[in-house]
């Protein structure tokens, strides 16, 4: 269980694939969706921001209502750092797309910081693995945002000819004083969690009471 600091919790998770984001399923489903319970016992967290079911990696927990906010909401552009596996191999005119802004429905994505890897990430595989097509080359990208609308880094690629297959949060930056700080990934397995470290907790000093 974790301690508590002043009455907060301030926890990291590394969400499995096919996790919930949320720790009841609300759904009708007779058969038991894993979510955010089966892996943590402390109570009364919510996540900064949300990962959909079939996304993998960092969440941020909190029951510090306001600083949730300052975190999450799109009007303080806190940037969020993704590993995206799309399908086949983009080419320059697309990735300037994605770092420009894509027109999905009817609003345009803020630019984006987008990298072409030239080999893969260094991460364990997913359970289940995703389906590959043995005529159809992949290829990463890391992708730097700075907003969450829902399903976005999926409908970004997707608008420029490159579906998602994979997609995994590495980093969720804190904007201070045109400084960035990241939170990451660093030493949790996937369905692991920690608390933050005190040298963690100094980046959101004078925002809230810690």
Same mark, same amino acid.
């Not at 892996?39 to 009364?44: A, F, L, T």
């Given at each position: 269980m974790a301690?508590?600091?002043?009455? %907060?919790?301030?926890?990291?998770?590394?969400?499995? %694939?096919?996790?919930?984001?949320?720790?009841? @399923?609300?759904?009708?489903?007779?058969?038991?969706?894993p #979510?955010?319970?089966?892996?943590?016992?402390?109570?009364?967290?919510?996540?900064?921001?949300?990962? @959909?079911?079939?996304?993998e990696?960092?969440?941020?927990?909190t029951?510090?209502?306001?600083?949730? /906010? $300052?975190?999450? /909401?799109?009007?303080?552009? /806190? =940037?969020?750092? %993704?590993?995206?596996?799309?399908?086949?191999?983009?080419d320059?005119?697309?990735?300037?797309?994605? $770092?420009?802004?894509?027109?999905?429905?009817?609003?345009? *994505?803020?630019?984006a910081?987008?990298?072409?890897?030239?080999? =893969?990430?260094?991460?364990?595989p &997913? @359970?289940? !693995?995703?389906?590959?097509?043995? *005529? +159809?080359? *992949?290829?990463?990208?890391e992708?730097?945002?700075?907003?969450? &609308?829902?399903?976005?880094?999926?409908?970004?690629?997707?608008? +420029?000819? %490159? !579906? *998602?297959?994979?997609?995994? &949060?590495?980093?969720?930056?804190v904007?201070?004083?045109?400084? #960035?700080?990241?939170?990451?990934?660093?030493?949790?397995?996937?369905?692991?969690? &920690?608390?933050? #470290?005190p040298?963690?907790?100094?980046?959101?000093? @004078?925002?809230?009471?810690?």
């Open positions: 301690k508590k600091n002043i009455g %907060y919790y301030y926890l990291l998770f590394n969400k499995p %694939y096919n996790v919930l984001c949320q720790f009841t @399923d609300n759904s009708n489903i007779e058969n038991h969706r #979510t955010l319970k089966d892996y943590i016992k402390v109570p009364d967290v919510y996540s900064v921001g949300r990962l @959909d079911r079939d996304s990696g960092l969440l941020f927990l029951n510090n209502g306001p600083l949730k /906010h $300052r975190l999450s /909401h799109r009007q303080f552009a /806190h =940037p969020r750092t %993704y590993l995206v596996q799309v399908e086949r191999i983009p320059k005119m697309a990735l300037n797309q994605l $770092r420009q802004g894509v027109t999905i429905k009817d609003y345009k *994505t803020r630019p910081k987008v990298k072409l890897l030239d080999s =893969p990430p260094l991460i364990p &997913r @359970d289940p !693995p995703i389906r590959y097509r043995k *005529t +159809v080359p *992949t290829a990463w990208l992708m730097t945002l700075t907003e969450g &609308r829902n399903r976005q880094v999926r409908r970004m690629t997707a608008a +420029v000819g %490159y !579906p *998602t297959l994979r997609l995994i &949060r590495i980093a969720i930056g904007q201070k004083e045109g400084k #960035t700080t990241n939170l990451t990934l660093k030493g949790l397995e996937p369905g692991k969690w &920690r608390e933050l #470290t040298s963690e907790l100094i980046i959101f000093k @004078d925002w809230t009471n810690i």
